[in-house]
């Protein structure tokens, strides 16, 4: 793993939250984006080199709608760039941690996986990858 790609944060209501936010960081969004698939809508903060996701449900079905139902608004998961996705991954599931799907489409355009939070002390791990354009 390189660096912290970013931070993940659940929210209740991404306007609400990309409003708030942009008064935190004195910035707004760089992106917004809807994965589908997911049933999320993203916005991404850029602070200096270091990113903020927020992320908001689209459905009840969603994982972030599961989330904050479970814990309310927060931290979701950090995600960590990697050179390889196919091979940090693979190593990963060899030391045991445990692989949540497989590897997928994300925001930002990045291939992304993810690792349960119960096999990294609570946190959600997600692995992301530039995606070639
Ligand atoms: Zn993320």
């Known amino acids: 793993m390189r ?9 209740k ?3 609400a939250a990309n409003e708030n936010y942009s008064k935190l960081f004195n910035a707004a969004p760089y992106k917004m984006e809807g994965i589908e698939s997911e049933g999320v809508n993203t916005s991404f ?3 200096g080199d270091s990113k903020i996701e ?3 449900a ?9 989330f904050i139902d479970k814990k309310g608004e927060g931290i979701h998961h950090i995600a960590y760039d990697v050179k390889d996705i196919v091979v940090e991954r693979k190593r990963l599931i060899e030391e045991g941690f445990q692989a949540i799907g497989e590897i997928k489409n994300g925001a930002d355009n990045k291939l992304v996986c993810f690792f ?9 791990v997600e692995l992301c990858q530039e995606r070639s354009k």
């Open 3 to 11: 660096k912290i790609e970013h931070i993940g944060i659940a929210v």
């Open 13 to 15: 209501d991404l306007a």
């Open 45 to 47: 903060f850029l602070i």
């Open 54 to 56: 927020l992320l908001e």
């Open 58 to 66: 689209t459905n009840q079905e969603s994982a972030i709608a599961r």
């Open 116 to 124: 349960h939070p119960k096999s990294a002390n609570g946190v959600l």
